[in-house]
């Protein structure tokens, strides 16, 4: 068998190691996608760096991943520019350089938009939105030095597609996208891939609320929220799907078999909105 390939064993799927070797960084890892995502990395033979602002969501990770994982965990307020300057210097300390950054790290808020506080907004712009900026700026220069490097950002289908009582969530989303086509474009010549995934009914920390990490908290929605104006996923039922299945989209655009994948976005909604 081909390394990075898949196997069938005793009727389960085996992961391959297309990661051995990579260093990887992945932000909001305490919980939901980004926790989801360290640990299919790690099966992968990555070595990780775990980054929230949640301490007892990284140690949730930490545990789940075993002693024997190749994982560190640094806290990081991706909000705070500080926090992210030493976080990501720490991380390719760490790793002695830099592959592949995941970011995976935000907040969901819902409210009536009419009833909507500018500090309710501007708060998600700043975790979403910038935290993801300033997360890619300061990590380029390390990426610039990376094996076939690679960037995963994390939009939504509420960036395209109707979701009542989200609009600041939509907003940022909808940043997180065009930005990832503007970097695309920028660093395309540098070797730099960018790509996003867009999850939609999708049960983690961030839309149950039982996520450990402070950066993954649930909706709230509206008390009279119209729940009829939200898609059903075709598949799974009709109910929401568990993080690994984002997982192991993002492990795929960031490895090298997507190596001719850039400046797009990949859906996973299990036919949401076909």
Known sequence: MQPGSGQQHGGRHRVGQRY?????????????IGQATTLRMLEEGAQVVAADVSEA?????????????????????VSDEASVRAGVAAAVESLGGLDVL???????????????????????????????????????????????????NFSSTSAAFAHPYMAAYAASKGGIQAMTHALASEYGKAGIRFNAVQPGSISSGMTDGSGASGQSVG??????????LFPTPL?????????????GVV???????????????LRVDGGSHA
């Open 57 to 77: 969501g990284l140690a949730d990770t930490k545990d789940k991943a075993g002693a024997s994982a190749t994982l560190t965990t640094v806290v990081v307020d």
């Open 102 to 152: 995941v970011n995976a790290a935000g907040i969901l808020r819902s409210a009536h938009s009419h009833e909507m506080s500018v500090d309710l907004f501007e708060s998600v712009i700043r975790i979403n939105l910038t935290g993801t900026f300033l997360m890619i700026r300061e990590s380029i220069p390390a990426l610039r030095e990376g094996s076939s490097p690679a960037v995963v």
């Open 235 to 247: 598949l799974a039922g009709g109910g929401f799907a568990p993080p690994e299945v984002v997982a």
């Open 20 to 32: 051995g070797g990579r260093r990887v960084l992945i932000t909001g890892a305490g919980s939901g």
């Open 219 to 228: 909706p709230g929605l509206p008390e009279d929220a119209d729940y009829s």
């Open 251 to 265: 492990a795929m655009l960031a490895s090298e078999d997507a190596a001719f994948i850039t400046g797009t976005e």
